[in-house]
């Protein structure tokens, strides 16, 4: 797919005798966000078909 969708990419790449190509596919991501200064934690979970975005509570 990298090769047919990035030809360019791919001819200028492959023939670099260390270079590695990784194919992910996340099923979870967290991440913090500011809104106003006030933090949140944003979570996509991608396995479930999930979205929230709480605002952090502290420990």
Request: glycine fraction near 4%; charge should be neutral; charged fraction near 30%.
């Amino acid at each position: 797919m990298f090769r047919e969708c990035f030809r360019g990419s791919f001819d200028a790449y492959t023939a670099l005798k260390n270079e590695r190509l990784f194919v992910l596919r996340p099923l979870y991501i967290e991440r913090w966000i500011y809104n106003d200064n006030v933090p949140y934690i944003e979570i996509f979970d991608i396995k479930e078909q999930r979205y929230s975005c709480e605002r952090y509570a502290g420990v």
